[in-house]
């Protein structure tokens, strides 16, 4: 894949997302078949859980993965924790098979299926598909959304929507939360913002709700994977968003001396960021 902004690498970049697409649609029929017939229940040794779900949808990304791109490496949520790390270079792929697992856990249909690519530090392409909710978006050099039930064939890029987020209202900002993880900090910051209306949400679909213009930020400052962010950033910068860390520096990926982890970030629409003031909790 070109590194350009020629309008042939601008289209191998929207491909390429697609071809994520394709294999998170794969994964995402199998978790819906798993959330409709219950599944068993682990926890891992950070007090995170792990479903049947989850397990059976890493196989099968970094099966399709390894078969499309059979010298990247690939970087997924249950491998790492498995203790399994791949040496990685300046290219490689970042797996969330099932994120939203707690809202998967509580019948709730507010969880995705997330694979992305990273190339020097940022994603350049990903997917994001909610199963049970029949949608699908993606981010290369543009960002698109389209319906797809599980089991669907996915369309053509010029069948899918293209979205953009929204110019902001000064004094009218949508906020979203999460529903699982909000801490003091993330209250702090949106309480010296003018936020009236506050969503509580899962999963990456926040990233996706941004990228729709639906919202206008969505803050969050306890400690993340790179996992957990890298196809809601494909898809959001690809919008014409951005995600930045509490200094305001667009996100960077490849942390493998940290354990892939971000110490908090702040989604953007058409919003300009506003720095974390002096004295917050952090």
Not at 61 to 73: H, K, Y
Not at 219 to 229: K, S
Not at 259 to 267: I, L, Q, S, Y
Request: hydrophobic share 40%.
């Amino acid at each position: 894949m070109g590194e350009t902004d020629g309008t042939e690498s601008r289209r191998a970049r929207d491909e390429l997302a697609r071809d994520l697409a394709c294999v998170a649609v794969t994964a995402g029929s199998t978790v819906a078949a798993v959330f409709a017939a219950g599944c068993a229940l682990t926890w891992k040794g950070d007090g995170s859980p792990v479903t049947d779900a989850d397990l059976a949808a890493e196989r099968i990304i970094c099966d399709r993965l390894s078969e499309r791109f059979p010298e990247m490496p690939i970087v997924s949520e249950e491998r790492i924790a498995a203790g399994d790390a791949p040496v990685i270079g300046s290219r490689f792929a970042l797996v969330d098979p099932l994120d939203g697992t707690r809202e998967f856990i509580a019948g709730r249909k507010e969880f995705t299926v997330n694979v992305a690519i990273v190339v020097r530090g940022r994603p350049v392409a990903g997917a994001i598909y909610a199963p049970m909710l029949e949608r699908l978006w993606i981010g290369g050099a543009s960002a698109y959304t389209c319906t797809v039930a599980p089991g669907a064939g996915l369309p053509d890029l010029a069948a899918m929507r293209r979205i953009k987020v929204r110019l902001p209202s000064p004094d009218h900002l949508a906020a979203l939360v999460s529903r699982s993880h909000i801490d003091p900090h993330t209250e702090t910051y949106l309480g010296r913002l003018p936020v009236s209306e506050r969503r509580p949400m899962g999963s990456s679909l926040k990233f996706c709700v941004i990228a729709e213009g639906q919202a206008d930020l969505y803050p969050r400052f306890g400690a993340t994977r790179e996992w957990d962010t890298a196809a809601g950033c494909a898809v959001l910068t690809a919008a014409g968003g951005s995600i930045v860390d509490p200094e305001g520096r667009p996100l960077r990926y490849g942390g493998v001396q940290s354990g892939f982890r971000h110490d908090g970030f702040v989604a953007l629409g058409g919003l300009r960021f506003v720095p974390v003031a002096e004295g917050d909790p952090r």
